[in-house]
């Protein structure tokens, strides 16, 4: 795994669970409001726990724990190989409002808009 630091593990498994619209990263609400994205930190969901619930979503299908993004197949084919360790939901169903998609484009970091089926 190398020196890159982990995501936290959530801590639970129910309804609490919610997955960052950007990069699918997923912990409970209390984890995002704690310690915010490991892998979106500009978005400051520890400082604005607001933040919490606008760049998160409990609407989510899949879970995938990827231990060593760089190494894992699956990790490439959800396009999150770059991103820490940690557990991931494989698709969100909503859209990070425009004005967090804007403050994507700001930071020069992507962002895609989950598919629509």
């Not at 960052?20 to 994205?37: A, H, I, M, N, P």
Request: charged share 25%; proline share 7%; glycine share 6%.
């Amino acid at each position: 795994m190398g020196s890159q630091q982990a995501a936290q593990i959530p801590t639970s498994f129910g309804h609490e669970l919610r997955a960052c619209l950007r990069c699918r990263l997923v912990k409970t609400y209390d984890q995002f409001r704690e310690s915010g994205c490991e892998n979106c930190p500009f978005f400051k969901m520890d400082e604005d726990y607001e933040r919490v619930g606008d760049c998160t979503t409990s609407n989510f299908t899949g879970l995938i724990s990827v231990m060593d993004p760089t190494r894992s197949w699956a990790a490439r084919w959800l396009r999150i190989a770059r991103s820490v360790p940690g557990c991931y939901t494989l698709a969100v169903s909503e859209a990070l409002p425009e004005d967090l998609q804007n403050l994507c484009q700001d930071e020069r970091i992507p962002y895609n808009p989950p598919k629509r089926i």
